[in-house]
């Protein structure tokens, strides 16, 4: 990959990607455009897939149609985006329907305790990740892998291969269709997966607000009471837990910021890792993440919109969990900064554990440093990204963050502030040879023909 050029600058679908939205445009304006697909008639679909009616306990319908008509009205998806919302959207409602069967006909499930799970949480693009796979990989813990969030009925080892690579074979799709993002975040069948996946089949999940571009949603959804998301993250995680128990959940979402009472309702008992970052770094890191992941989906996404978005949520995230936390007793957090995770993440893990009294055995750091070696030789430092590309600047971003990186430290110090300036001017160069032009001015769009070329 060009040093000088940042990942956002490589966005290109496939050839055959290409064509095949390229065809379903022009059928779009050559015949009247076909109808929304709505709630009733994806609920429908799923019920006759898998021959089950019982959803199980929890409203979720409003949610639903609220996020259809959201998609197709303000998402401006492409055929493939089209397709990807409705395939996505059968699966998780015939998830509900299946684990409902199963846990009626397994009663344990409903008996499994979820005692003192670990959320990290922190800043999207905050070192939580990484500490997430470390943790998770102590034989003592346990995380949702992503082929089981995807496939979670049956709750016993029956069929595990199959469905382990049913996963793998819809990474792999998805690594091919947006070949970018492999830079930006690892997606694999057997790696451990976000809380959002366990919370989307309620549709009160930000999971959707990252796909796609979904702002009267996004509104509705930051509104609501995420208690009944929160119970449902419960029943999953139960639902795993009866195939495959363990001492201890590891669990991770930034989302979890903005819902701690919500939580905390679900888990009374729930022990935190907040990651620390500059928020200038972690805002320009995670529009960039959302702009790649949207932009398989629609032919038409503002990166410029994408970080104001950002900006706006994550300050106001940061600022309710600030004000939560400190309810909690300092025993029940631990706080790790992103460059001690990058410098020596098996130091940051041993500090969680010593925090937590818990043992880090010899073995959990063994896996925990094959782990670190393979993520070095996986990610070798490939996104590159600039906060110029989205429209603003630092000193927006400290500004929306001021209280978060006074009480934190993370303001920008002389020094960085001076190889700062200095990468600036690498990227201006950089931009000037290749012909691109980023955004400068706040009340326009990215010239979206600029942006693809």
């Given at each position: 990959?060009?040093?000088?050029?940042?990942?956002?600058?490589?966005?290109?679908?496939?050839?055959?990607?290409?064509?095949?939205?390229?065809?379903?445009?022009?059928?779009?304006?050559?015949?009247?455009?076909?109808?929304?697909?709505?709630?009733?008639?994806?609920?429908?679909?799923?019920?006759?897939?898998?021959?089950?009616?019982?959803?199980?306990?929890?409203?979720?319908?409003?949610?639903?149609?609220?996020?259809?008509?959201?998609?197709?009205?303000?998402?401006?998806?492409?055929?493939?985006?089209?397709?990807?919302?409705?395939?996505?959207?059968?699966?998780?409602?015939?998830?509900?329907?299946?684990?409902?069967?199963?846990?009626?006909?397994?009663?344990?499930?409903?008996?499994?305790?979820?005692?003192?799970?670990?959320?990290?949480?922190?800043?999207?693009?905050?070192?939580?990740?990484?500490?997430?796979?470390?943790?998770?990989?102590?034989?003592?813990?346990?995380?949702?892998?992503?082929?089981?969030?995807?496939?979670?009925?049956?709750?016993?080892?029956?069929?595990?291969?199959?469905?382990?690579?049913?996963?793998?074979?819809?990474?792999?799709?998805?690594?091919?269709?947006?070949?970018?993002?492999?830079?930006?975040?690892?997606?694999?069948?057997?790696?451990?997966?976000?809380?959002?996946?366990?919370?989307?089949?309620?549709?009160?999940?930000?999971?959707?607000?990252?796909?796609?571009?979904?702002?009267?949603?996004?509104?509705?959804?930051?509104?609501?009471?995420?208690?009944?998301?929160?119970?449902?993250?419960?029943?999953?995680?139960?639902?795993?837990?009866?195939?495959?128990?363990?001492?201890?959940?590891?669990?991770?979402?930034?989302?979890?910021?903005?819902?701690?009472?919500?939580?905390?309702?679900?888990?009374?008992?729930?022990?935190?890792?907040?990651?620390?970052?500059?928020?200038?770094?972690?805002?320009?890191?995670?529009?960039?993440?959302?702009?790649?992941?949207?932009?398989?989906?629609?032919?038409?996404?503002?990166?410029?919109?994408?970080?104001?978005?950002?900006?706006?949520?994550?300050?106001?995230?940061?600022?309710?969990?600030?004000?939560?936390?400190?309810?909690l007793a300092k025993n029940?957090?631990?706080?790790?900064?992103?460059?001690?995770?990058?410098?020596?993440?098996?130091?940051?893990?041993?500090?969680?554990?010593?925090?937590?009294?818990?043992?880090?055995?010899?073995?959990?750091?063994?896996?925990?440093?094959?782990?670190?070696?393979?993520?070095?030789?996986?990610?070798?430092?490939?996104?590159?990204?600039?906060?110029?590309?989205?429209?603003?600047?630092?000193?927006?971003?400290?500004?929306?963050?001021?209280?978060?990186c006074r009480q934190f430290?993370?303001?920008?110090?002389?020094?960085?502030?001076?190889?700062?300036?200095?990468?600036?001017?690498?990227f201006a160069e950089a931009?000037?040879?290749?012909?691109?032009?980023?955004?400068?001015?706040?009340?326009?769009?990215?010239?979206?023909?600029?942006?693809?070329?």
């Amino acid at each position: 990959m060009n040093s000088s050029v940042t990942t956002l600058r490589q966005i290109r679908c496939p050839l055959p990607i290409r064509l095949f939205n390229g065809c379903g445009a022009l059928l779009e304006k050559a015949l009247s455009p076909s109808a929304p697909v709505n709630a009733v008639d994806l609920i429908n679909t799923a019920k006759r897939r898998c021959g089950l009616d019982d959803f199980g306990e929890g409203d979720f319908f409003e949610a639903l149609s609220r996020l259809l008509d959201s998609c197709y009205s303000e998402a401006r998806l492409n055929l493939l985006g089209k397709i990807a919302l409705k395939t996505n959207i059968v699966q998780m409602l015939c998830s509900r329907l299946q684990m409902e069967r199963d846990r009626q006909l397994y009663p344990d499930i409903a008996r499994q305790e979820i005692s003192e799970p670990l959320f990290i949480v922190g800043l999207p693009r905050s070192g939580t990740t990484l500490l997430h796979h470390l943790v998770a990989a102590d034989p003592e813990h346990r995380s949702p892998l992503m082929w089981e969030v995807m496939s979670p009925s049956p709750p016993t080892p029956a069929i595990e291969k199959r469905r382990i690579q049913r996963a793998t074979q819809s990474c792999n799709f998805f690594n091919w269709l947006a070949p970018t993002f492999r830079y930006v975040h690892a997606v694999g069948a057997e790696l451990p997966q976000e809380c959002i996946g366990l919370m989307a089949p309620t549709f009160m999940s930000d999971q959707f607000d990252a796909m796609y571009y979904v702002p009267s949603y996004r509104a509705w959804f930051f509104r609501q009471d995420l208690r009944p998301a929160y119970e449902y993250h419960r029943r999953f995680l139960q639902h795993l837990q009866f195939r495959r128990p363990a001492r201890r959940w590891i669990l991770k979402a930034p989302t979890h910021m903005s819902a701690m009472p919500a939580l905390l309702s679900v888990y009374p008992d729930a022990l935190f890792v907040q990651t620390h970052r500059t928020p200038v770094d972690s805002m320009a890191s995670v529009s960039s993440l959302v702009t790649i992941l949207r932009s398989a989906f629609s032919d038409a996404v503002d990166p410029f919109t994408i970080c104001r978005e950002a900006i706006h949520y994550w300050s106001e995230s940061t600022e309710k969990f600030l004000h939560e936390r400190d309810r909690l007793a300092k025993n029940r957090i631990c706080d790790v900064e992103y460059e001690e995770i990058s410098r020596d993440p098996i130091a940051a893990v041993r500090r969680i554990y010593d925090h937590f009294d818990w043992t880090l055995s010899t073995e959990a750091e063994q896996r925990m440093r094959i782990l670190v070696k393979s993520h070095a030789e996986r990610q070798p430092g490939n996104h590159r990204y600039h906060l110029s590309e989205f429209g603003f600047s630092e000193e927006e971003v400290l500004s929306a963050f001021a209280s978060y990186c006074r009480q934190f430290g993370l303001c920008p110090s002389d020094r960085e502030k001076l190889w700062t300036s200095r990468r600036e001017a690498l990227f201006a160069e950089a931009q000037r040879r290749s012909g691109f032009v980023s955004i400068t001015g706040k009340n326009n769009l990215m010239d979206e023909r600029k942006f693809r070329e």
